[in-house]
Every structure is written in C-alpha cells, then in structure tokens.
C-alpha cells in the first residue's frame, strides 16, 4: 500500500527525527562538516549548517536525505533555502561549492540537480571575516530543482547536499527543504512502466509484453551499454489492449552481453536490461 503524497518539507524543528532519518558524511572525520544549528533559520529557530570557517581547503562533506516515494506523482521539485558566508576578498579564492544530488536507485548512481560555487554560493551572506551566522531574512535565497520521473509506481528518491570548503570558506546554511508534486500519471503510464520482458536473459528471441489502457503512441528502442542506439521499431497510434514486441539475436546480430530497452508510450519513457547469452 503506497500513501500518495503532494507536499514534503522539512525545516529542522524536529532534532529528534532528524538524526534518525538524514545521513551526516564527514569524509575528512574532522568534526568540520554538517550539524544542527540552533541559532539561525529562515523561518524557524533551527537549520542545518555546514561548518566551513578555517576548515581544510577541498575537505568534503555531504548531508543525505531520507528516501522519499514518487508513487503517483509528475512535475516533482525539490526547493530549499540557503546562505553563505566566504572570508575570500577576491574572486580568485571564492572556491567553495555545494552541489545537490539526486539518486532513484537506491544511491548507486548519482546525479547532479544544481550546483552552486563561488560568488553565486556565497552572495548570500557576502564577506564574513569571522564566524558566520545570518542574522537577517533578506540573507536567505531559494533555489529550486526539477526532477524527471523515472518509473512513477515504485520510484523512490534521495537526495544528497554535497560541499566542497574553498580556500577561504565560511559557514553554510540549509533550510525549508520542500519536495513537492501533483498527482497526474495515467493509466498508460502505469501499464508500460510495468512491462514484461520475457525470456530474460535469452540466448535468442526475446518478447517485450506491454498493455495500454487507452490509445497512444508506442515507440521501443534498443541500445547497448555505450548508448548507441541499435533498432527502433515504431508502433504507431495503438489502442487499447495487449500488445507483444519481438527482438532477435540472430535478426540484430547482437553478440553477448547487456543492452538496454527504451519502450515510450506517450509522453512517459521506461528502460529495463536486456541480458543475452549463450
């Protein structure tokens, strides 16, 4: 059973929950990395800071979200507040950075929404020579990050704020994190997104079995590892019902190995492996 939500935000109130749930990375193991901090927020007492006063030029850290579910959702964006400080007087030493990621798959494989460096990172809160603490709402800025819908049944997401120290950095602030969506997947959406490839692996014919709930246009692709695309077979506009694509080994003289299948239905895409062997 999944709970459909709209709305996810998070401004750091609870320390209690916040530990349990978010991840705290300090590679260097210097104690200089991401923490709560209670005396300054955007809209409540709390935050979370990045402590990078006098820490080690090019140490990273990184704060990870708790996984979210996307059951349901399109049009999904993750916004947050932040502010920076930097004890940099010139350009050249502005070279700190904070990147935000986003993995669907559990964290294997990463990929980066936003990155924020230099004079864009630290205009926020401008030169701070010493400890840096906003003390002011107009020192808060807000950026927000749209994430595609890779499966929308069972599509779970985390998210990972990863920062760099420069030469000269201050401190980092996080804050009124929101992951938002609205509910619009179709029907076709779910069916294709659930697609039968059988055998798999093959040594030979493979069948990719999908349904459509209402007319749409199907589109499947293979590739293999490097991305390069190997067959295209066009469906056309195609009704309601069950419906069966046919690839061959022989046929496309694949050689053994894993590709990749890129079945469109619509406006939505789906990818599943293909493994053939002997």
Not at 42 to 64: C, H, Y
Not at 158 to 172: C, D, I, L, P, R
Request: hydrophobic share 35%; net charge negative.
């Amino acid at each position: 059973e999944y709970r459909i939500w709209t709305t996810i935000s998070e401004g750091f109130e609870d320390t209690t929950s916040l530990k349990e749930k978010w991840h705290f990375v300090d590679f260097g193991s210097d104690n200089n990395t991401w923490q709560i901090a209670n005396n300054a927020g955007s809209s409540g007492k709390n935050s979370i800071r990045m402590k990078g006063f006098q820490n080690t030029p090019l140490d990273m850290d990184a704060l990870v979200t708790p996984f979210y579910n996307m059951y349901m959702l399109k049009d999904v964006t993750l916004s947050f507040k932040y502010t920076a400080g930097s004890r940099a007087s010139s350009s050249s030493d502005m070279n700190d950075q904070l990147t935000v990621y986003y993995s669907v798959n559990c964290g294997s494989t990463w990929f980066a929404g936003l990155t924020l460096k230099g004079a864009e990172l630290t205009a926020s809160g401008g030169y701070q020579l010493n400890y840096y603490i906003p003390t002011l709402a107009s020192q808060w800025q807000s950026k927000s990050i749209k994430i595609p819908i890779i499966n929308p049944v069972n599509n779970k997401i985390v998210f990972k704020f990863e920062y760099k120290t420069g030469s000269k950095s201050n401190n980092v602030y996080i804050d009124d994190i929101n992951l938002t969506g609205t509910v619009g997947i179709d029907e076709n959406e779910i069916s294709a997104s659930t697609a039968l490839i059988y055998p798999n692996p093959t040594s030979d014919l493979t069948k990719v079995n999908y349904h459509l709930s209402q007319p749409a246009v199907a589109t499947l692709e293979l590739t293999d590892i490097l991305g390069k695309q190997l067959t295209r077979i066009d469906q056309g506009n195609q009704g309601e019902g069950d419906y069966s694509i046919e690839l061959s080994k022989e046929r496309l003289n694949l050689k053994n190995g894993i590709y990749f299948i890129k079945l469109t239905v619509g406006k939505a895409a789906f990818t599943y492996k293909l493994v053939i062997s002997e």
